[in-house]
């Protein structure tokens, strides 16, 4: 069964950090990407990993973000630093190479 589960969201105040993960089964990683909804805004991608390991982080976490991945776990990881109340949100992984296998989410919330 192709599986992406991720995990790791909770609340956290300002400043803090989490790190999320997402777990896949039925499949290898291949280039996998972090995206973020926001209460009322579009689903958007915040970092991407490549296959073999680059790493891109967007503007809105530029400078707090790190991804990287396990692939003897076949898993991919999203750090998350210094956030912020807009960093609220579901964070999901999904595949950025065909077949698109997207993971259920997992919530954020950033509050004072």
């Known amino acids: 069964q192709v599986q992406l589960v991720e995990s790791g969201g909770g609340y956290v105040q300002p400043g803090g950090s989490l790190r999320l993960t997402c777990a896949a089964s039925g499949f290898s990683l291949n280039a996998m990407g972090w995206y973020l909804q926001a209460p009322g805004k579009q689903r958007e991608l915040v970092a991407a990993?490549?296959?073999?390991?680059?790493?891109t982080i967007l503007d809105s976490v530029n400078g707090r973000a790190t991804i990287s991945r396990d692939d003897a776990k076949n898993t991919a990881y999203l750090e998350l630093r210094n956030l912020k109340p807009e960093n609220t949100g579901v964070y999901y992984c999904?595949?950025?190479?065909?077949?698109?296998?997207w993971g259920q989410g997992t919530k954020v919330i950033v509050y004072a």
């Open positions: 999904k595949t950025r190479a065909s077949p698109t296998y």
């Open positions: 990993i490549s296959s073999g390991g680059s790493p």
